[in-house]
């Protein structure tokens, strides 16, 4: 049965969510995309040893995963030299922040985000009743850290920090991560998304494991998604003190993770050769790419991620409707700027050929 479009329920909504954005999608096209370029993924599909440990796993789907992902968490804290209780994992490192902000973020509480960032984040913090306070990149794309730290205040439950940042592709060194956290209480909450960290190859990236040893306010969430190419399966983990992984544990559902995606990230964390050609391969396409915009006089963000950020403001629309004409799908953010994510062969060639239009019109 469909419900007619003027017949509305008469159960009401949550009035907070009445303000909540939409998470958006990469722009409609007529012409069927043949390069993938609006979704932060890895395009190459996953290891022989992936495929082999999810068809082994599908040989019985009739039975539970191992409650609250222990199997997972033990192998991830076996990987990073941590505790199992500095650990939490869940299908994707995005509801693992929804589930800490739900645990530290009371209502009318302030969240600090920088912006533009991942459009998810004011997203989170609405729905958990906190309201987010956003404040501006700088303008080579980094975070304003100053501003940030001056906008933490006492009714501030939580900050967001982002390295690589999504969109603009910009980095934070150790020494700012550090300085800032030196800077905010120890009792406000500091998340740092590090979803595109294993792109980022800069000698003084922050050494967050570190951090997190000498912050109890500090939590680092990451992700199977990127650089290990498993984004279609879910698979995120947090890692901080104890008590903030409790908290968050304390509303995770018992199962969360899938037996399949348990599986797969077990069997990706043992083939480490895999992740480190995914990283090469965005490695090569970006000095490629950085190359092809130089040539073609267009600005772009120091990107240390598997994404570029084109700061084009006003022309952001016309560059990603030429794109989208020649089948290279990308994201616009209207009139601030086109994001074009990496990794699939086919983009040095289309690109170069959109570009050469993009010049003369
Ligand atoms: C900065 C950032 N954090 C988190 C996520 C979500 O990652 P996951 O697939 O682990 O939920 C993304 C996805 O694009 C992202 O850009």
Redesign the pocket.
């Known amino acids: 049965m469909r419900w007619s479009s003027s017949a509305s329920s008469p159960v009401s909504a949550r009035p907070q969510l009445a303000g909540v954005p939409v998470y958006s999608a990469a722009l409609a096209s007529t012409v069927p995309v043949t390069v993938r370029a609006s979704s932060?993924e890895a395009p190459d599909g996953v290891s022989p040893a992936v495929r082999d440990a999810v068809i082994e796993r599908l040989a019985c789907p009739n039975r539970y995963p191992v409650l609250g992902g222990v199997d997972l968490i033990t192998a991830l804290a076996d990987a990073l030299g941590a505790d199992t209780d500095e650990i939490a994992v869940a299908d994707?490192?995005?509801?693992l922040?929804n589930y800490l902000l739900l645990a530290h973020v009371w209502p009318g509480a302030r969240v600090v985000v920088p912006w533009r960032?991942?459009e998810?984040y004011p997203i989170c913090v609405l729905t958990t009743g906190g309201e987010p306070v956003l404040v501006p990149n700088r303008t080579d794309g980094g975070h304003d850290l100053a501003a940030m730290a001056a906008a933490v205040d006492d009714a501030t439950a939580a900050v967001i920090l982002?390295s690589p940042n999504?969109p603009t592709g910009v980095a934070l060194t150790h020494d700012e991560v550090a300085g800032f956290l030196g800077t905010v209480p120890a009792s406000t909450l500091v998340v740092l998304?590090e979803?595109?960290l294993d792109f980022d190859a800069r000698a003084d990236r922050a050494r967050s494991r570190e951090l997190v040893a000498a912050h109890a306010n500090l939590v680092l969430?990451r992700?199977?998604?990127k650089a290990y190419g498993l984004?279609g399966l879910?698979?995120?983990y947090a890692i901080g003190h104890p008590d903030v992984i409790a908290a968050a544990r304390k509303i995770l559902p018992p199962f969360p993770v899938s037996a399949l995606s348990v599986a797969a990230s077990l069997a990706a964390l043992g083939d480490d050769a895999h992740r480190a050609a995914i990283v090469a391969a965005v490695h090569t396409q970006r000095g490629q790419v950085s190359v092809l915009l130089a040539e073609a006089g267009l600005p772009s963000f120091a990107t240390e991620a598997n994404f570029v950020w084109l700061p084009l403001g006003e022309r952001s629309r016309a560059l990603g409707a030429l794109c989208a004409e020649a089948g290279v799908s990308t994201r616009v953010f209207d009139g601030e700027g086109l994001r074009i994510s990496l990794g699939d062969a086919g983009l040095p060639e289309a690109l170069s050929g959109v570009l050469a239009r993009f010049a003369v019109s």
């Open positions: 932060n994707g490192s995005l509801s922040l960032s991942y998810a982002c999504n998304d979803a595109y969430l992700t199977f998604s984004a879910r698979v995120g």
